[in-house]
């Protein structure tokens, strides 16, 4: 499973947020999940290593503010949706990815239907089996990428390259500016 993956790697449990609906964690509800995304957002740091993980259902609602091209906005659906509704990729955006500290190294594994777009980055790829590269999202603003990009190139130059090819644990420790042991430290959600 992920957390013990995660935990081989040097993640802390106690760094972990895990939601699941297995009655042993708090449940993966709109709440719960909105709340572990705002917690993970204050407690990255720059030079932080986060790993976010959904497993769980995907759907599509219809765009409610006009940013979509398909007319659709791609969504999470958390366990109580019937009653408080499903998350929204604008939503996703919003409270996750546009409020990040610039700095901070972010994987996203979204295992669920409609997942290519539901971040709303600013390039995607469509498995229909005609596409063969990543296409732009023409309405992504670019400027905060590159500042993105400009610190992860900082931060390959800086490292051993020998040790990042190691493995991840070698990465995910240039990743956050430090030794082995600052990996310990980071952060992780589970859902």
């Given at each position: 499973n992920i957390a013990k993956y995660l935990s081989s790697m040097g993640f802390q449990q106690h760094?972990?947020?895990?939601?699941?609906?297995?009655?042993?964690?708090e449940e993966p509800t709109y709440r719960n999940i909105m709340e572990a995304?705002?917690?993970?957002?204050?407690?990255?740091?720059p030079g932080d290593t986060?790993?976010?993980?959904?497993?769980?259902?995907?759907?599509?609602?219809?765009?409610d503010d006009g940013d979509e091209e398909d007319g659709r906005d791609e969504t999470l659906i958390p366990l109580d949706f019937q009653r408080a509704g499903q998350i929204r990729d604008d939503d996703l955006l919003k409270?996750?990815?546009?409020?990040?500290?610039?700095?901070?190294l972010v994987t996203c594994l979204m295992d669920c239907c409609h997942s290519g777009t539901v971040l709303d980055l600013p390039y995607n790829f469509y498995a229909d089996g005609r596409q063969t590269s990543m296409r732009?999202?023409?309405?992504f603003?670019?400027?905060?990428?590159m500042e993105i990009a400009a610190f992860g190139v900082t931060m390959a130059m800086a490292s051993d390259l020998a040790g990042m090819?190691?493995?991840?644990?070698?990465?995910?420790?240039?990743?956050?500016?430090?030794?082995?042991?600052?990996?310990?430290?980071?952060?992780?959600?589970?859902l």
């Amino acid at each position: 499973n992920i957390a013990k993956y995660l935990s081989s790697m040097g993640f802390q449990q106690h760094n972990m947020t895990i939601l699941m609906d297995d009655g042993m964690h708090e449940e993966p509800t709109y709440r719960n999940i909105m709340e572990a995304f705002k917690w993970i957002v204050q407690e990255s740091q720059p030079g932080d290593t986060v790993w976010i993980h959904y497993s769980g259902h995907g759907g599509s609602v219809e765009d409610d503010d006009g940013d979509e091209e398909d007319g659709r906005d791609e969504t999470l659906i958390p366990l109580d949706f019937q009653r408080a509704g499903q998350i929204r990729d604008d939503d996703l955006l919003k409270y996750l990815v546009k409020p990040m500290k610039r700095g901070v190294l972010v994987t996203c594994l979204m295992d669920c239907c409609h997942s290519g777009t539901v971040l709303d980055l600013p390039y995607n790829f469509y498995a229909d089996g005609r596409q063969t590269s990543m296409r732009r999202n023409e309405d992504f603003d670019m400027g905060h990428l590159m500042e993105i990009a400009a610190f992860g190139v900082t931060m390959a130059m800086a490292s051993d390259l020998a040790g990042m090819a190691a493995g991840a644990a070698g990465f995910a420790s240039a990743a956050s500016g430090g030794g082995a042991e600052e990996i310990l430290d980071e952060c992780c959600v589970i859902l």
